[in-house]
């Protein structure tokens, strides 16, 4: 069974950079798709990032564009979410998440992800 485990999130001020990684372990195979969602208190999840394994498409919400960058280290199956100029509006729970079976259009409903990450922490501070 697939194992993912999130790390990275700090409490940051405004302007700042972060890193996040998601360590997978486990039988993942080799197809599927990998992504980092976020939750805010009060909030549902939501979509951030993704990229599918072979690291041929990568995915963003339009809110994070030019800002966060996400990557894949297959050989050692851990996504990372490079995270550039983080306001307050960042603030959340990090999640990594595994579709096993992708879809392109369901990309970005939680509902189509396997396996989930207890999340991270991310706060960014005024």
């Known amino acids: 069974q697939v194992q993912l485990v999130e790390s990275g999130g700090e409490l940051v001020q405004a302007g700042a950079s972060l890193r996040l990684s998601c360590a997978a372990s486990g039988r993942v195979g080799s197809d599927g798709l990998m992504a980092w969602f976020r939750q805010a208190p009060g909030k549902e999840h939501e979509f951030v990032a993704g990229i599918t394994w072979d690291r041929t498409n990568t995915f963003y919400a339009d809110s994070v564009k030019g800002r966060f960058t996400v990557s894949l280290d297959n050989p050692r199956t851990t996504m990372y979410l490079q995270m550039n100029s983080l306001n307050f509006e960042d603030t959340a729970v990090y999640y990594c998440?595994?579709?096993?079976?992708?879809?392109?259009?369901?990309?970005?409903?939680?509902?189509?992800?396997?396996?989930w990450g207890k999340g991270t922490q991310v706060t960014v501070s005024s």
């Open positions: 998440a595994l579709d096993s079976s992708p879809s392109t259009w369901g990309y970005r409903s939680p509902s189509q992800y396997d396996y």
